[in-house]
């Protein structure tokens, strides 16, 4: 009996864990990239190579904070901090920031050097995957 509580207070409390959104890094589909890793996805985001266009989720997005933590491994803090040094000193701005997947996927298929971040859920031909996040 006693396991029986346990195993379902342990069920309850797995259910009641915000679930989290598989994240993909993706491109327009125009763009000769096929993959990209996660190293070379943090150089872009924080502002090390103006190869591609990063784009940002808005600043209360769930994905973005995910994003920041496990891609550029920095707190959106941190990051924040970092694209206002940039800004500061003229070396940079910070990417623009969309306010959904539909904004995101909408900005990428206009710009053929767009990197951007989206729920892998929202994937459609608009957009072409780069990395999975694992």
């Known amino acids: 009996m006693m396991k029986t509580r346990l195993m379902f207070a342990l069920l309850v409390a797995i259910n009641a864990l915000p679930a989290s959104a598989e994240i993909v890094v993706v491109t327009n589909p125009a763009n000769q990239a096929t993959r990209m890793l996660p190293e070379q996805v943090s150089q872009f985001f924080l502002g090390g190579s103006t190869i591609f266009t990063p784009l940002d989720q808005s600043k209360d997005a769930a994905i973005r904070k995910e994003f920041y933590e496990k891609v550029i491994k920095k707190t959106p803090a941190q990051v924040e ?20 997947d539909a904004a995101v996927k909408k900005a990428v298929a206009a710009e053929p050097s ?3 971040y989206i729920d892998k859920a929202s994937v459609d031909s608009t957009v072409k995957v780069l990395l999975v996040v694992p």
């Open 114 to 116: 767009a990197l951007a």
């Open 81 to 100: 901090a970092i694209w206002a040094k940039a800004s500061f000193s003229g070396k940079g701005t910070a990417p623009k920031e969309f306010p959904n």
